[in-house]
C-alpha cells in the first residue's frame, strides 16, 4: 500500500508515467483504426475488428469512426502527453533537479495523480455506456457537444472526465510552482537552473491560469446538458441565451496556451539534452529563457487565430495574425539556439540525442506550417483541412512524441537504475522517425490538396477520390510507426528486468540528479548540495585538469 | 529561517497560486455571462420575474460573518473556529433554499438567461464554500501542534476572504449592475 498511495515524487512521477504510457498505448491503436478507414473506406478491419466493433461485421460504423477519433485526440492531449510530460517527467525531474528532497507539498501531489487516475476511470467508463463514447470532437464545439447534438451520457462523462483532469492539472501546478519558487537549493539562482526545469516551471504558470479556463467551460457544458441551461445554444429572442462562438471562445482561450503546457517541457528538455549530448554549454542560455518566458506571455492573445472563420471582426483577426506571427519570434530564437548548441559540438548520437535532433526537424517544419493557418488569408482555405492535421500533428504528436523518447531514454537509468538498450533505441528510432514524417507531411500535402478533417470516407466526394492512393500510402507509414512502438515496448520491459546496471552518472552531466545512485534514495539528497554553477559546464577547461570533460553544478574546485 | 517558517512561505506561495488559478474560473464564468448578457434585447430579458435580492445579499454577510469568525479563532481557540465552519455551512443550506425559491418561481436554471446566470455562478461558488467548509472541519479534527494548526489557519481564513470577495462580485454582477 505505501508504494501504492506514495508520497515520494518519484513513485508519483513513476505511477504518471505508466498510466501516460498506456494510454499512449490505447491513443495509438485508435490512430491505426482511423488510418484504415481512410486507407479502406468500409472494409471490415482486420484480426481485431469483428471485437471491437461485432454489430457491424467488424467494419468502422461512422459513429464509430466520429467516437475515435474525438477519443484520440482527448485521449493522446489529456491522457497520454499530459501524463507522461508534466506528470511524470515534471514529478521525477524538478525536485532532482533543484536539489530538493521532494514536492513543496507531498500529499497534494500524491491527490494529484489519484484525482487524474479518477478522471481516466471516467473517461475508460465512457466508452460502454449507451450510445458510446463521445463524438463531437476533442474541442467538443457547442452544439455538437450539446443534448441537441449528442444525448447520450457519454459526452457528458467526457465533461466530467475533462475537469477532473484538469482539478489534477492545476494541483500539480500549485506544487511544481511552490517547489520551484520555494525549494531551491542554495546557489540554485534562476539562470542556473536547468532548462528542464524552466520548461516545467513556465508550462505550469499556464496551467494555473488558463485549465481553469476550460474547467469552467466544462462546467457550463455539463449544466447545459444535465441541468437544461442554455450557455452554449443560441437562445430566442424572448428567451435571451446563450452563443454557441462562447464555447469556442472559452475552449481557445485554454486551448492555444494548452499548446505551449505541451511544448514548453519538451523545449526545455530539448534545449538540456542537446547541450548535454553536443558536450557543450548551450547557447545563449539567457536568450533560450527570455525566449521561453516571451512565448508564455505571448501564447495568453494569440488564441483567436483558431477562429478566423467563425465571422469575427477582420479588425480582431487582424491583431490575432499579427500577434501571432510575432511568435515566431522567440521560437526563431529557440532554434537558432539550438543550432549554436550542436554548431562545432563534439556530439555523441546516443538514443536521447537522435530523438532530440529529431525533434529539431519535426518541430522546424511544424513551426513553419503554422505560419500558414497564421494568416488569414490562407486559412480561410486551409481551415479544417487535414494541412492543419499534419500542422498540429508534426508538434503536438512528433515533436512531444520526440520528446518523450528522448526524455525516457535519458532519465531511465536515474528512474529504475537499469540502462536502456542503445542498439534497440536506435532501432527504435529510425522507423519512427522517417514513417513518423511521411504521415504527417502527407496529411499537409493532402489538405494543401483541400481534403477535410474529420470525414469519414473521403473517397465519397468526386474531388477527392484522387487522394485515395496518398492516404493507402500514409496509413501503411502510420502502420510503419504504430509497429514500430513495439521496440519501444520491449525495449522499456527487457531493459527494466534485466538491463546492464546503471551507474550513477551514465551520460557525464552535471545537473544534480546524476551525483545520486541510480535509483536515487527516499529522500534524495542526504545533504542538500550546494549549487556553484549552470547546468552546461561541457567542455570546461578546468575539468579537463581533472581528466574529464564537465563539471557538476555542485562540484567545488580546490 | 526554521521548519516552521519555511512552510509557512511555501503555504502562502501555494494558496497564492490556488487563489489565482481559482480567480480564473470565476473570471472565465463572468466572461461567459457578459457575453450571455450582450447578446441579450433587454436585461434581466423579457418576462423574467423580479429576483429576490435581499435573501442573496443576506447570504453573502453571513460569509463575510465566517471570515471574521476564522480571525478570532486565530487568537480565541476552537470554538471561533466551531463558529466559522458553522456559518459557513448556513450559507450553503441558505443558498439551497434560494434555489428552491427561485425554481419555485422560475428562475430556475433552464428558464431563462438571467435563471442560468445565476445558478451556474452560484453552484460553482458554493462548491468552492464547500471546499473551505472540509478544510476547517479537517482543521477541527486534527490533534496538530499549535504553530502549524495557526498557518494552516491562516491559509484557510485566506482562501474563505477569497470565496466571499467571489460572491461579492457575483452578487455585484448580477443582482446589481
Known amino acids: ?558 | 529561517m526554521n521548519g516552521e517558517a519555511a512552510r509557512h512561505l511555501n503555504g502562502a506561495v501555494g494558496m497564492a497560486v490556488f487563489i489565482g488559478a481559482c480567480a480564473m474560473l470565476f473570471a472565465a464564468l463572468l466572461f461567459a455571462y457578459a457575453v450571455v448578457r450582450s447578446q441579450a434585447p433587454a436585461w434581466p430579458p423579457p418576462g423574467t420575474p423580479p429576483f429576490p435580492r435581499g435573501a442573496a445579499a443576506a447570504n453573502g454577510l453571513l460569509l463575510i460573518a465566517a471570515g471574521f469568525a476564522l480571525r478570532r479563532a486565530r487568537i480565541r481557540g476552537p470554538a471561533w473556529l466551531a463558529m466559522g465552519l458553522g456559518l459557513a455551512a448556513v450559507f450553503l443550506l441558505m443558498q439551497a433554499s434560494l434555489w428552491g425559491r427561485l425554481v419555485a418561481g422560475h428562475l430556475g436554471p433552464g428558464t431563462g438567461a438571467l435563471g442560468d446566470v445565476f445558478f451556474a455562478l452560484s453552484a460553482f461558488h458554493a462548491l468552492h464554500v464547500l471546499g473551505g467548509l472540509v478544510a476547517i472541519s479537517v482543521l477541527l479534527r486534527r490533534r496538530v501542534p499549535g504553530e502549524t494548526r495557526l498557518r494552516r489557519l491562516r491559509l484557510a481564513t485566506i482562501y474563505m476572504d477569497f470565496v466571499a470577495v467571489v460572491w461579492l462580485i457575483i452578487y455585484v454582477a448580477v443582482c446589481l449592475v
Open chain 1, 1 to 558: 500500500m505505501r508504494r501504492i498511495f506514495s508520497t515520494d515524487h518519484k513513485v508519483i512521477g513513476k505511477q504518471f508515467l505508466f498510466l501516460g504510457l498506456a494510454f499512449l498505448a490505447v491513443g495509438g491503436v485508435m490512430a491505426m483504426l482511423i488510418r484504415w478507414q481512410l486507407a479502406r473506406p468500409g472494409q471490415p478491419v482486420p484480426i481485431v475488428g469483428r471485437l471491437l466493433f461485432p454489430g457491424a461485421g467488424g467494419v468502422i460504423s461512422p459513429a464509430a469512426y466520429t467516437s475515435l477519433f474525438t477519443m484520440h485526440g482527448t485521449i493522446m492531449i489529456f491522457f497520454a502527453v499530459t501524463p507522461i510530460l508534466i506528470g511524470g517527467f515534471g514529478n521525477f525531474c524538478v525536485p532532482l533537479l533543484i536539489g530538493a528532497r521532494d514536492m513543496a507539498f507531498p500529499r497534494l501531489n500524491m491527490a494529484s495523480f489519484w484525482v487524474m487516475a479518477a478522471a481516466t476511470a471516467t473517461l475508460t467508463a465512457s466508452f460502454f455506456v449507451p450510445l458510446g463514447a463521445a463524438q463531437a470532437g476533442w474541442t467538443a464545439y457547442a452544439t455538437l457537444s450539446t443534448a441537441i447534438g449528442a444525448p447520450g451520457p457519454g459526452q457528458t462523462m467526457w465533461t466530467v472526465a475533462i475537469y477532473l483532469n484538469g482539478v489534477s492539472t492545476v494541483m500539480g501546478a500549485v506544487n511544481y510552482i511552490t517547489t520551484v519558487v520555494r525549494l531551491r537549493a542554495p546557489g540554485m539562482s534562476w539562470f542556473r537552473l536547468p532548462l528542464t526545469v524552466w520548461g516545467f516551471f513556465l508550462t505550469s504558470i499556464l496551467n494555473a491560469l488558463f485549465v481553469p479556463v476550460i474547467a469552467a467551460a466544462m462546467m457550463l457544458l455539463f449544466f447545459d446538458r444535465v441541468f437544461g441551461t442554455q450557455f452554449f445554444i443560441a437562445g430566442t429572442t424572448m428567451r435571451a441565451g446563450g452563443d454557441p462562438i462562447l464555447y469556442q471562445h472559452m475552449f481557445w482561450l485554454f486551448g492555444h496556451p494548452e499548446v505551449y503546457i505541451l511544448i514548453l517541457p519538451a523545449w526545455g528538455i530539448v534545449s538540456d539534452l542537446l547541450s548535454f549530448f553536443a558536450r557543450k554549454p548551450a547557447f545563449g542560455y539567457r536568450v533560450t529563457v527570455w525566449a521561453l518566458i516571451g512565448v508564455v506571455i505571448l501564447s495568453c492573445v494569440v488564441y483567436g487565430h483558431h477562429m478566423f472563420t467563425t465571422g469575427m471582426s477582420p479588425l480582431l483577426g487582424e491583431s490575432f495574425m499579427l500577434l501571432t506571427m510575432i511568435i515566431s519570434v522567440p521560437t526563431s530564437l529557440l532554434f537558432l539556439n539550438w543550432l549554436g548548441t550542436l554548431w562545432r559540438g563534439a556530439l555523441r548520437m546516443t538514443t536521447p540525442m537522435l530523438f532530440c535532433v529529431g525533434l529539431v526537424f519535426t518541430f522546424g517544419i511544424g513551426g513553419l506550417t503554422g505560419l500558414y493557418l497564421a494568416d488569414i488569408v490562407a486559412d480561410q482555405y486551409l481551415h479544417d483541412t487535414y494541412f492543419v492535421v499534419g500542422h498540429f500533428h508534426l508538434i503536438m504528436a512528433a515533436a512531444l512524441l520526440m520528446a518523450s523518447f528522448a526524455a525516457t531514454y535519458f532519465w531511465f537509468p536515474k528512474m529504475f537504475g537499469r540502462m536502456m538498450s542503445e542498439r534497440l533505441g536506435k532501432l527504435h528510432f529510425w522507423p519512427t522517425f522517417l514513417a513518423l514524417n511521411v504521415v504527417f507531411i502527407g496529411q499537409l500535402a493532402i489538405g494543401w490538396a483541400g481534403m477535410q478533417r474529420r470525414l469519414y470516407d473521403p473517397s465519397a466526394y468526386d474531388f477527392l477520390k484522387h487522394l485515395l492512393p496518398w492516404n493507402v500510402w500514409i496509413s501503411r507509414a502510420a502502420y510503419v510507426l504504430g509497429l514500430s512502438q513495439l521496440v519501444f515496448v520491449w525495449n522499456f520491459f527487457a531493459s527494466l528486468r534485466r538491463g546492464k546496471p546503471a551507474p550513477a552518472n551514465p551520460w557525464e552531466v552535471g545537473t544534480l540528479e546524476w551525483t545520486l545512485p541510480s535509483p536515487p534514495p527516499h529522500h534524495n539528497f542526504e545533504e542538500i548540495p550546494t549549487v556553484v554553477r549552470g547546468p552546461h559546464e561541457l567542455g570546461h577547461p578546468d575539468a579537463r585538469a581533472r581528466g574529464k570533460d564537465w563539471l557538476g553544478q555542485d562540484e567545488v574546485l580546490s
